[in-house]
């Protein structure tokens, strides 16, 4: 059973930055592939970010591609999301998720949150205008 514990969140400006940390229990932190989503309030939870098993492949939704950056770490068992110019839009709840090692990650597999396994808590991010 995977465990996620996210963290980092808190209360900013609109032009500042965060960083977002997920903490993984066990091997799924360093084999599998991992995403981030948020969810903003009265909206549903919508995909935001991903990263391959070893970091080499990124994927981002339109809307944070060029100001965010996810990234890991499989030493520490740790994805982060690096996020830059936040938007008043962006504030959320954001949820690290482990993606099904039984499918590919592909563009289509990515976005549907049925394919994922485990999913943390959620960490606030709230922007201010």
């Known amino acids: 059973q995977v465990e996620l514990v996210e963290s980092g969140g808190g209360l900013v400006q609109a032009g500042s930055s965060l960083r977002l940390s997920c903490a993984a229990s066990?091997?799924?932190?360093?084999?599998?592939?991992m995403s981030w989503f948020r969810r903003a309030a009265g909206k549903e939870r919508e995909f935001t970010a991903a990263t391959s098993w070893n970091g080499a492949d990124t994927y981002y939704a339109d809307s944070v591609r060029g100001r965010f950056t996810i990234s890991r770490d499989n030493h520490k068992n740790t994805v982060y999301l690096q996020m830059h110019s936040l938007k008043p839009d962006d504030t959320a709840v954001y949820y690290c998720?482990?993606?099904?090692?039984?499918?590919?990650?592909?563009?289509?597999?990515?976005?549907?949150?049925?394919?994922?396994?485990?999913w943390g808590q959620g960490t606030k991010v709230t922007v201010s205008s």
């Open positions: 998720a482990v993606f099904s090692p039984g499918l590919p990650l592909t563009s289509a597999t990515m976005t549907g949150q049925h394919n994922y396994v485990g």
């Open positions: 066990g091997r799924a932190g360093t084999i599998y592939a």
